[in-house]
């Protein structure tokens, strides 16, 4: 499996990550948990494809918007970028959004939510009209059994994130075992088993966002093959919901996730 790198590796430097306690998750692992099963339901393969693609463009130009076109200067960039090369976005398209999210007068929005079963969510949102974004929220959640509400955001902390296969550079496979011990010894704070959209496994190394780079960087030196990069908003509080409420939910994010204007939405469904 290859190995992506991110750009030159003299370009950042943090302190070194403080001693830490770290604990291994399995909670979304194969055939163990019903919402992850739901929650990746998808329509066909090149809608889908298309879809992620929009949304990987929007997370660009917010990510110009805030710190630059210049990935070598902009970390945030830089990360997303990595995201689009694993997902195999198109380089034309990427630079594409890069060369307009100069010229975009869009605005971030961020809105607090409940779902079915009292879940928390966390929505994001690129829009060149905020009045018809913020309408077009509320009556989604009115439709689907959700509503805005503050304080949502307290049940969740922006980490960095590290997705890695679950066999090393060398084709070894690797147990969650394992992989507490390369977290430890790589600084990150937490490891979960999840599957991907194709119901593949996946390693999920969690870290706080300044050490993200140093933690990606010593993951790769240890032979893990990484996937993806990025900074996401993890649940310090989880919901648990009946089948019938992860039916409900289910269909409220994906129709939020088919709003033009949705970039992301978190969701702490156990």
């Known amino acids: 499996m290859r190995v992506n790198v991110l750009f030159r590796r003299n370009l950042w430097t943090f302190l070194e990550p403080p001693n830490r306690t770290i604990h291994a998750s399995c909670t979304v692992f194969a055939g163990h948990n019903k919402w992850s099963k739901v929650k990746h339901i998808k329509g066909p393969k090149d809608i889908a494809r298309s879809r992620l693609f929009q949304k990987l463009s929007m997370l660009i130009r917010l990510a110009v918007k805030e710190g630059g076109p210049n990935p070598e200067l902009n970390t945030n960039l830089a990360n997303v970028i990595e995201q689009c090369r694993s997902k195999s976005m198109p ?24 779902g079915p079963g009292g879940s928390s969510l966390l929505i994001e949102t690129l829009t060149d009209n905020t009045k018809r974004t913020s309408q077009e929220i509320r009556r989604i959640l009115n439709k689907y059994r959700g509503l805005l509400a503050e304080g949502v955001r307290h049940n969740f902390e922006k980490k960095g994130v590290i997705v890695v296969g679950t066999k090393d550079q060398a084709g070894n496979p690797i147990s969650l075992e394992q992989a507490l011990e390369l977290a430890l010894e790589a600084g990150a704070e937490d490891v979960q088993e999840e599957e991907d959209e194709d119901e593949k496994s996946t390693l999920k190394f969690i870290c706080s966002v300044p050490t993200l780079r140093q933690v990606r960087e010593k993951l790769d030196t240890l032979g893990l093959c990484s996937q993806s990069v990025s900074l996401e908003f993890i649940p310090t509080v989880t919901a648990q919901l009946s089948d019938e409420e992860l039916d409900q939910a289910s269909l409220l994010l994906e129709v939020l996730g088919d709003c033009e204007d949705v970039i992301r939405v978190y969701d702490n469904i156990a």
């Open 91 to 114: 380089k034309a398209s990427i630079e594409s959004a890069i060369a307009g999210g100069d010229k975009s007068k869009s605005t971030f929005q961020f809105f607090e939510a409940r």
